[in-house]
């Protein structure tokens, strides 16, 4: 098998040179398979090429290479800032991916094995370039490749790190629900690459809504995911077991399959080798026996989807040029005019839903804005009666104890009054955001019909959208306890506090607790609008992103498809012949294409 020829002949690269003979963990029988299917994608790059589609020519040349090489993709997903990249840091040892506070991830990065550092990058128009370690962050972040406008098509990074020595690489992937939606976009056009995952979750909160469809579509596509909760020296105790236990019940409730672990890890510890080390060797344990184990399979089932996916994308794009060509040209015409009303009638709708939808969403927000002003009302005399009772009961201590049992009775009063509220509000918020994702799926459901009507078949288009399982599962609340406020890390407090307690002068600090108590009664029973308004944008926006997606799909390959049956046309009969053999050839070889690899994988 001859490799990519696109590739560059680089020190780095000398451990796996395409041929998949060097550093590949394949067998020599699984060698011969994947090489038959490195060739059958090789082959839908010389058709993809043919008929200029560089995307499907790029992505097969790609996916040849690794399958060839024996190599799969684990890539860490999950919501921005939750430590993706320093967490892959960490398990190479070394901090090579840009970190930071600000949303950074703008491109999906892959870290692969190679006995010298090095790094090489390949724009959307050319080659692969070498690029030296310090330059990686110009093209992967956002702050020097803001969404991606340096057109990055891919970047890869050379390392020697023995986790990667079986074929396993690591993808670092931009965040999901920043406000860069260009970074989301990267993730979801990655996921089609994902042989195996880690998925960031975090303790506040632990999993959000976008976050939990991705995991759910890389779920359906890949078995092996592993969870792992980061950032763990930074939370409490109590507060890790309850993000566990939710992100758990939450995720086995989407994905319907149990979670049999979620490991308890601090990257920015493991970075700054520190002696604490939670969960880290048992998760590193876990990728190793990924590789080890499941290596094999896992780029088998990626060649598989490979063809798949290429194989009929080309098919469709050949039958709707052959289509293009062979139709009266009048009626590809008016075909077109068609679609495009149809696209048209599309943004319109979806233009006229933002508008329904936003007057919807103001009007439940008031409801629920009217709902906690009764509670409150309701609420506000018994609760500062029942801690004011609770501070006469305080022995008085010096001043900053004092103050801490002062504002832990606040709490308690508060959480005792706000918790079983929030639960029944949880209720009505459920009733409330159903009806509206109602409205969502049936929106989407009908423009899927329209476009179903045309006969037109797009790469992942859903059959129909539902309203129980495509949108955000039901929220939990946990009273927010404001430690920040009951417990002040400020010295001048303590100090001032100590002065109060000499002089006998606890009621100012009983003052302070029945602020407090206001406090906590109006942030945590603001929570269920909150949370409401949160799952509802965001639906929004998921549903706008895909419909936005297929829009500019039908609206690329069937626009192609005209242009060239014009230019054909215009050149003349001829033209429009020899055109028509080419595509039926293409067909011919892509036909059986699916058939010889289905044949392939019994045969395995
Ligand atoms: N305390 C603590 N901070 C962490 C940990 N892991 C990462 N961070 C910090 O969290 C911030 C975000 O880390 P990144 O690695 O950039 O997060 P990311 O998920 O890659 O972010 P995007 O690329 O924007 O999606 C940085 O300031 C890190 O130093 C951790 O385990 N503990
Ligand atoms: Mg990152």
Known sequence: M?????????????????????????????????????????????????????????????????????RFYVACVGQFKRGKSTLLNALIGEPILPSGVVPVTSVPTILRFGEDYGARVRLDSGEWTEIAMAEIEQYVSETQNPQNSKGVAALEVFVPSPLLAEGMCFVDTPGLGSVFAGNTAATHAFIPHIDAAIVV????????????????????????????????????????????????????????????????????????????????????????????????QLVRDAADRCVRRLSSQLFRMVKEE??????????????????????????????????????????????????????????????????????????????????????????????????????????????????????????????????????????????????????RTRSAFRFYEFIEVAMP?????????????????????????????DLLLQTNSERVRNDLEQRVTESRRHLEAEIRSMLRELNGVAERALTRARSAHATGSIAVDSSLKRLADAETELAPLTGAHAALMERS
């Open 2 to 70: 001859s490799s990519d020829p696109q590739r560059s002949d680089t020190a780095h690269l000398a451990a796996s040179d395409g041929s998949g003979a060097s550093g590949s963990p394949l067998d020599s029988g699984s060698r011969s398979i994947a090489g038959e299917e490195a060739a059958m994608l090789l082959l839908i790059a010389s058709l993809a090429e043919q008929f200029n589609d560089h995307q499907i020519r790029d992505d097969a040349r790609s996916a040849a290479e690794r399958i060839a090489e024996g």
């Open 201 to 296: 979750i975090g303790a506040d909160p632990p999993i959000a809504g976008d976050e939990l469809a991705l995991v759910e579509t890389v779920s359906k596509q890949v078995p092996d995911l592993l969870f792992v909760l980061n950032k763990a020296d930074r939370v409490t105790e109590a507060e890790r077991t309850a993000a566990i236990s939710f992100a758990r019940h939450v995720l086995e409730t989407r994905l319907r399959r149990p979670i049999p672990y979620i490991f308890e890890i601090s990257a920015l510890e493991q970075l700054a080798r520190s002696s604490s080390q939670r969960e880290w060797a048992r998760l590193v344990d876990s990728l190793a026996l990924l590789a080890q184990q499941s290596g094999h």
């Open 322 to 471: 052959r289509d293009a060509l062979t139709r009266p040209f009048e009626e590809s015409e008016r075909r077109i005019g068609q679609l495009r009303q149809m696209v048209a009638h599309a943004e319109q709708c979806l233009n006229d839903l933002a508008h329904l939808l936003s007057g919807e969403q103001q009007r439940l927000s008031n409801t629920f804005a009217d709902r906690r002003h009764l509670f409150l009302k309701s609420v506000h005399e018994a609760a500062h009666r029942e801690l004011d009772e609770a501070l006469k009961s305080l022995p008085q201590t010096a001043g900053p104890r004092y103050r801490r049992s002062a504002m832990k009775a606040a709490q308690d009063v508060g959480r005792l009054h706000v918790m079983p509220w929030l639960e029944s509000e949880k209720g009505h918020a459920e009733e409330a955001y159903r009806r509206i994702a109602r409205r969502f799926a049936d929106l989407a459901n009908d423009f899927l019909s329209r476009v179903r009507s045309f006969g037109i078949e797009l790469a992942y288009l859903p059959k129909e959208v539902n309203a129980e399982q495509d949108f």
């Open 489 to 517: 890390a400020s010295p001048v407090r303590y100090v001032a506090d100590l002065v109060l307690g000499s002089i006998r002068a606890h009621a100012a600090l009983d003052a302070d607790a029945r602020e407090f108590l």
